[in-house]
Every structure is written in structure tokens, then in C-alpha cells.
């Protein structure tokens, strides 16, 4: 599951800092997160396809691990990023 070019250009310039920015952790999150919800979608529809539940838990780990080297860095940017994308945080 990818996401459409034009979804991942909105996603970048949503959450990016400059017009250019899709390294920041922030941006990463909400790349992540959005593959995430669709991956969770499909898993509803298609309960036995174990090697998308194997691929939907890397990304929950990455994404967990992007969260905390934010939060660990940068607390206010990691409140904020977990307030946009409605996140649970620890």
C-alpha cells in the first residue's frame, strides 16, 4: 500500500517546516501515520494477509521510535505533532 503521489506532496506541505522538507521527523510521522490508517483499513477487509499485518507492525515500530527521538529532543514539537494527527502519548 503506497500512498498517491499528490496525497504524500499535501502530507509534506502540511507538515514540513520548508517547501522541500521531507526529513524531518514530523513529516515522517505523518507519512507514516497515513500509511498506517490505510494499512489498518485494509487489514479490516482482509483479516488472513499476514505479510501487510507483518509490514503494518514496522511501521507502528517506526514510527514509535520517530516519536520518541522527538520527544526527546524536541517536547513541544512532539506535543504538537501528537495534538495534529490525534495521537495517544505517553
Known sequence: ???AKAQK???IKEFGRHQNDTGSPEVQIALITTRITDL???LQDHTHDESSRMGLLKLVGQ???LLA???RED????IAISD???LRRK
Not at 517536547?75 to 512532539?78: A, C, D, K, L, P
Open 9 to 11: 506532496e499535501e502530507i
Open 63 to 65: 514510527r514509535r521510535r
Open 69 to 71: 527521538y522527538l520527544r
Open 40 to 42: 489498518t483499513g485494509h
Open 75 to 78: 517536547y513541544q514539537r512532539y
Open 84 to 86: 495534529r494527527l490525534g
Open 1 to 3: 500500500m503506497s500512498i
